[in-house]
Each structure stands twice: as C-alpha cells, then as structure tokens.
C-alpha cells in the first residue's frame, strides 16, 4: 500500500471517477428522416468512429440547419471525446477542430473534459481493453441492445499519473495511433489500384509484363 493509503497505484497517482474530470452529457434525440439533408450540418453515430477518430463517411446523415439549431446543446467542441452507449463498449474518438460544431446521435455520450490539457490522456483511459471490459460488465439491457448510463461513466474510476506523465502517455499512444490510420490509408490505396489493375490486365489493356 502507498504513503497515502492507496493500493495498486504508483506513489504520486491517484483516482476520481470520470464525471470528477469530465462534463458527459447524453446524444442528441432521434431524428425523422425529413430533418435530414444531403447539406446539412452532419450527425456523427456509432459506426463512424474509427481507430479513437471520427471518420466522415459519404453516407453521413446530415440534419437540417433549421433543425441543427434547436440542438446547440449537442453540438461538439474540439476536445470532445465520444463514447459509444450502446453496442460495442469502449469504442470512443476524439473531436477535432474538423468536426466541430457538428451533432452526435443518442447512441453516444459526449465528454467534455474540465482541463483540455487531460483529453489525449483520458481517449486513451477510455479505450483501453479493461475500461471497455468494466462497461460492460455494467451496461443493461438484452443481449444486442445493452447500453451505458450517463451515471454509470460518471462512476468510470480513472487512474491518473501527474498531468506532465498524462500528457506524455497521451502523446505517445496518439503518436501509434497516427501510424495505425496511415498504415490504413495505405491499405485503401493498394487495394483500389489493386482493381483497377485487375481490370486493366485482363481486359487486355495493359500487357503483362514478366
């Protein structure tokens, strides 16, 4: 046990539940098709979180401005972090000044946390495999429809180095993950010229060469 009474942390750590760190606020509500617009202000959902970034995807759904502007309390800001409510748990991304202002479904939580300074830090608390294991273990419902609480991720208990130790473990996980989006980007690539190279060779197009 440390000096201070606390065990299984490192000396100079310490532990608050997530809603001590964060603002969590429930997603925005259902919506009718008819409030959505090919060029609308986009609504984010589950799917559209890839590798703890949010990916804009063409088949977006995008909500009416007239609509969008009854909903500015769901409007993102950089430095949010999205978790997933249901489905998948520990599925979480980060906002960027990319996504900002857009809206966010009632399938995910948005956080909003005190000291931006903790955000990279606290993404990566949020995705690990024993945060997602200890959501899951509390979500409710039947098997396919569980969900989380706003309550429940409040409770979150988040281990926490000093601020200089979160900003260099946040920095060196965002750092891997970069490199997981770009190895990704390299995959697409290959892949789409894969076909068309296909296409080329065997339509005759371009000769084979040995």
């Given amino acids: ?49 890839h590798h703890r970034r949010i990916s804009a995807e063409p088949g977006m759904p995008r909500v009416a401005p007239e609509r ?14 999205l978790v997933t409510r249901t489905g998948t748990m520990g599925r979480a991304a980060l906002v960027t000044t990319n996504e900002q202002d ?9 956080l909003r946390p005190h000291d931006p300074a903790q955000t990279p830090y606290l993404l990566a608390y949020l995705t690990r495999r024993a945060t997602a294991q200890w959501l899951e273990s509390r979500a409710v419902g039947t098997t396919g429809m569980r969900s989380i609480t706003v309550r429940t991720l409040s409770e979150l208990p988040v281990t926490l ?50």
Avoid: F
């Fill in 1 to 49: 046990m440390n000096a201070d009474g606390r065990e299984g942390i490192p000396e100079g750590w310490q532990r608050a539940p997530l809603g001590e760190l964060c603002d969590i606020q429930a997603g925005g509500p259902a919506l009718r098709r008819s409030e959505t617009m090919p060029d609308g202000v986009p609504l984010v959902r589950p799917a559209d979180l």
């Fill in 68 to 81: 969008a502007r009854h909903l500015h309390r769901h409007r993102l800001a950089a430095d949010d972090i």
């Fill in 102 to 110: 857009w809206l966010y479904n009632s399938h995910l939580l948005r």
């Fill in 161 to 210: 180095p000093p601020l200089d130790q979160q900003r260099d473990i946040g920095a060196a996980l965002a750092a891997v993950d970069e490199k997981i989006r770009a190895h990704e980007d390299i995959v697409r690539t290959t892949g789409a010229l894969r076909e068309a190279l296909s296409d080329l060779l065997m339509s005759g197009r371009l000769p084979p060469r040995p």
